[in-house]
């Protein structure tokens, strides 16, 4: 994974201002692993049909799997997983996730990534990767155990690195790196991200990457925030680096272009819904604080 795919979309409405305290998942919904004990509001199931979904007050068929995804504004959310062979049950009105972005809000949009993920891991672990046998749900904890060898399949998190390297001294004269990837749909510039391997910590994953895709030497590396972040189940972990030395040598596999650009003069950016751009922003708002 190279730099952050996004789309064209633009809406930032879901963002919080600058001025509030740092949001995190906990003040937008509660992510719980069980059913709701004693829950006495409504509910909301989330119709996984492929990758997209279809919101709706009532199940469209009680035999489908499901999942708890959590509680959002009192409301107990859950995850359907739609059968490949079944009737769509939107009628093609099915959303994908960046398109249900800017119709939802910022706690319903997570839970929305949340209930693809749940079901795409079940999906894919119906049976022990160990034995074979088939997996059932674990009590007390979000899992899919074999009651034949006892293995434990808990649901995929990928770390995943994302950072903005800058050069020069803070102000605005100083530049940073933004660079477009192969698989973006239109000349877009972001940040540099990568997975994060084995045995490596973060800050020496931002360092690989950074060397890895553009030739450049960074360091000083430091965390500023991360987001969920369901295309299909990574966590995107944002960080700050200092360019020290080298020149642009690209992976041109990865990459197509990458430049410095001032605060001024910066090329089309993703959308406010990443942390690509919540990176920029910050960034361009330094000079104003």
């Given amino acids: 994974m190279t730099v952050l795919r996004m789309t064209t979309m633009t809406s930032q409405s ?19 692993n069980d059913e709701p004990d004693g ?6 199931y989330i119709h996984v049909v492929g990758t997209s979904i279809f919101v709706d007050t009532l199940i469209a ?16 959310w859950w995850a359907i997983d739609v059968p490949a062979e079944a009737e769509d049950p939107s009628y093609g009105a099915a959303l994908d996730l960046y398109s249900y972005f800017g119709r939802s809000s910022q706690g ?6 949340r209930a693809v993920q749940l079901v795409e891991w079940a999906r894919t672990h119906k049976f022990c990767g160990r034995c074979g046998a088939a997996t059932e749900p674990s009590k007390g904890e979000r899992a899919l155990g074999c009651p034949s060898c006892g293995l434990i399949a808990y649901p995929r998190v990928a770390p ?38 084995p045995g490596e910590d973060l800050e020496g994953a931002v360092v690989r990457e950074v060397a890895e895709e553009v030739g450049l030497r960074v360091g000083n590396v430091r965390y500023q925030s991360s987001q969920p972040w369901p295309f299909p189940h990574s966590l995107m972990i944002g960080f700050r680096a200092d360019y020290f ?13 990458a430049n410095w650009y001032r605060k001024d003069d910066l090329p089309t950016i993703p959308p406010g819904m990443s942390i690509a751009r ?12």
């Fill in 14 to 32: 879901n963002r919080p201002s600058r001025d509030a305290a740092p949001a995190n998942t906990s003040d937008l919904y509660s992510p719980i």
């Fill in 39 to 44: 829950h006495v509001g409504g509910h909301k």
């Fill in 61 to 76: 068929d009680e035999s489908w799997s499901r999942h708890v995804v959590g509680v959002v504004e009192g409301e107990a």
């Fill in 108 to 113: 319903e949009w997570l839970a929305a990534g």
């Fill in 160 to 197: 995943a690195m994302i950072t903005l390297v800058t050069r020069g001294e803070p102000g605005p004269d100083q530049e940073a790196l933004l660079a477009r990837g192969t698989n973006f749909p239109m000349p877009m510039y972001s940040c540099l991200a990568g997975f994060v391997e």
């Fill in 245 to 257: 030395e080298g020149d642009l040598v690209l992976q041109e596999a990865e990459i197509v272009d």
């Fill in 278 to 289: 919540q990176l920029i922003d910050d960034w361009v708002s330094e000079d104003l604080q």
